[in-house]
């Protein structure tokens, strides 16, 4: 069994990495420890690495089309991993998951339509459709003892029959739930019955912690009004830490939803993937489970340690553990500063880049995301920064 090495040191500036290479003109520094953009620094699984190089070697990169290994790898992905059986002809490529959320709003609303999300949640799920023009409905997660649950009562009171889609970011990011069955089944009959179309972005759902006793549930799964009224986004971007490659999928069930999204990615060529996406999505889910078993091992204990130091040494900032993936909401509210000051304390004095808790939208006012799918001696760093910088403010 090969054995990865996670602490290997790789350096990545100067390789137009947005998380290394996009720090002085996002955050006016480029000497920040990054721990932002939500993708690992990592090398990927060797097998990737030699299936896209051996692919170079060949030296014609022509019009490629998908092969039936790349539709039978994600469909034995999906059901080994999910419990989810799907067929080939619900699948399509979709050139990223945000642009994927952009073509179902433009698909299916109008702009005198609404669609529902439930902050804090990833950015995008309220910019994306904003920047199209419908508005936004919030349904805000409801934080208790420490972890997000949906409000579902919240969310029948809010529904009008303006409100056409619903973004399921399923498992969630930034708080790191992984909905339960019981959700699910009741954000679907919900939906179903008020002929809002659920969007389930399922990015994420590859790294849940099942160790720790987390299970993924795809939506679409749940039950039939789940099948009937969704569409599934999933990718092995986050998951093999190949975001730049641009492999994510959709899987939809419901012909008459797929048709009609089929037909609007044809009609601009949309589905068509390119060559080293579809060769890297198909060998990642093929060879990629041992490296995903033991880089989820790897992030794991980075979370441990995270939470473990923040007790020890700085418990005025709490970190909220994921089921899923490598960010770790951090609730920064005990330091009572409004949030640019909060942001200043990370990026000036501990000179940390994360992503500032506000973006997120409504209920992220006083926390912080941190990545921490890096060697665990930058986490280290980046926690001592951290506590010089709280010391400091609070005259420590
Ligand atoms: C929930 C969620 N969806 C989508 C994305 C981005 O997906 P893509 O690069 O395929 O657009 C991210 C990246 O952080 C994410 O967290």
């Given at each position: 069994?090969?054995?990865?090495?996670?602490?290997?040191i790789?350096?990545?500036?100067?390789?137009?990495?947005?998380?290394?290479?996009a720090?002085?003109?996002r955050?006016?520094?480029?000497n920040l420890?990054?721990l932002?953009?939500a993708?690992?620094?990592f090398?990927?699984?060797?097998?990737?690495?030699d299936?896209i190089?051996?692919r170079?070697?060949?030296?014609v990169?022509?019009?490629t089309?998908?092969?039936?290994?790349?539709?039978?790898?994600i469909?034995n992905?999906?059901?080994?991993h999910?419990?989810w059986?799907i067929?080939?002809?619900?699948?399509?490529f979709?050139?990223?998951?945000v642009?994927g959320?952009?073509f179902?709003?433009?698909?299916?609303?109008?702009?005198?339509d609404?669609?529902i999300?439930q902050?804090?949640?990833?950015?995008?799920?309220?910019?994306?459709p904003?920047l199209?023009?419908?508005?936004?409905?919030?349904?805000?997660?409801?934080?208790?003892?420490?972890?997000y649950?949906?409000?579902l009562?919240?969310?029948?009171?809010?529904?009008?029959s303006?409100?056409?889609?619903?973004?399921?970011?399923n498992?969630h990011?930034p708080?790191?739930r992984?909905?339960?069955r019981?959700?699910?089944?009741?954000?679907?009959?919900?939906?179903?019955d008020?002929k809002?179309?659920v969007?389930?972005?399922?990015i994420?759902a590859?790294?849940?912690?099942?160790?720790?006793?987390?299970?993924h549930?795809?939506?679409?799964?749940?039950s039939?009004?789940?099948?009937?009224?969704?569409?599934t986004?999933?990718?092995?971007s986050?998951?093999?830490?190949i975001?730049?490659?641009?492999?994510?999928?959709?899987?939809?069930?419901n012909?008459?939803?797929?048709e009609?999204?089929?037909?609007?990615?044809?009609k601009?060529?949309?589905?068509?993937g390119?060559?080293f996406?579809?060769?890297?999505?198909?060998?990642?889910?093929?060879?990629?489970?041992?490296?995903l078993a033991?880089?989820?091992?790897?992030?794991?204990?980075?979370?441990?340690?995270?939470?473990?130091?923040?007790?020890?040494n700085?418990?005025?900032i709490?970190?909220?553990?994921?089921?899923?993936?490598?960010?770790?909401?951090l609730d920064?509210?005990?330091?009572?500063?409004p949030?640019a000051?909060l942001q200043?304390?990370?990026?000036k004095?501990?000179?940390?880049?994360?992503?500032?808790?506000t973006?997120?939208g409504v209920?992220?006012?006083?926390y912080?995301?941190?990545?921490?799918?890096?060697?665990?001696?930058?986490?280290?760093q980046?926690?001592?920064n951290?506590k010089n910088a709280?010391?400091?403010?609070?005259?420590?």
């Amino acid at each position: 069994m090969t054995k990865y090495n996670f602490d290997e040191i790789v350096d990545r500036k100067g390789t137009n990495a947005l998380k290394v290479d996009a720090l002085q003109e996002r955050y006016g520094d480029a000497n920040l420890i990054p721990l932002w953009v939500a993708d690992m620094d990592f090398k990927v699984a060797q097998e990737i690495t030699d299936a896209i190089i051996e692919r170079a070697r060949h030296g014609v990169f022509g019009y490629t089309c998908p092969s039936q290994e790349y539709y039978n790898a994600i469909i034995n992905w999906v059901d080994r991993h999910h419990s989810w059986t799907i067929k080939q002809e619900w699948i399509s490529f979709v050139p990223g998951i945000v642009k994927g959320i952009a073509f179902v709003i433009d698909a299916f609303t109008t702009s005198e339509d609404k669609v529902i999300i439930q902050p804090p949640v990833y950015h995008p799920f309220r910019i994306i459709p904003t920047l199209h023009h419908r508005a936004i409905v919030n349904n805000c997660l409801k934080l208790e003892a420490g972890r997000y649950n949906m409000d579902l009562d919240g969310l029948k009171t809010i529904i009008t029959s303006e409100c056409k889609v619903l973004i399921l970011c399923n498992p969630h990011n930034p708080g790191g739930r992984v909905w339960t069955r019981e959700e699910l089944i009741d954000i679907a009959e919900i939906c179903y019955d008020n002929k809002v179309l659920v969007i389930s972005d399922e990015i994420h759902a590859d790294l849940t912690f099942e160790k720790q006793g987390h299970k993924h549930i795809p939506f679409a799964s749940v039950s039939e009004k789940a099948a009937q009224n969704s569409i599934t986004f999933m990718a092995p971007s986050k998951t093999f830490n190949i975001a730049g490659l641009v492999s994510s999928f959709a899987v939809i069930p419901n012909q008459e939803l797929r048709e009609k999204f089929f037909a609007y990615l044809e009609k601009s060529e949309l589905s068509e993937g390119h060559i080293f996406a579809l060769l890297g999505a198909q060998v990642a889910y093929e060879k990629g489970d041992e490296w995903l078993a033991q880089a989820k091992d790897y992030i794991w204990d980075n979370i441990t340690f995270v939470d473990e130091y923040l007790k020890k040494n700085i418990p005025q900032i709490k970190a909220m553990l994921p089921d899923a993936s490598f960010l770790v909401w951090l609730d920064c509210k005990d330091l009572n500063l409004p949030q640019a000051e909060l942001q200043n304390l990370f990026i000036k004095d501990a000179k940390l880049a994360l992503n500032t808790g506000t973006m997120f939208g409504v209920g992220g006012e006083g926390y912080m995301r941190m990545n921490v799918a890096i060697r665990r001696q930058v986490i280290e760093q980046a926690l001592e920064n951290l506590k010089n910088a709280v010391n400091k403010l609070l005259g420590i």
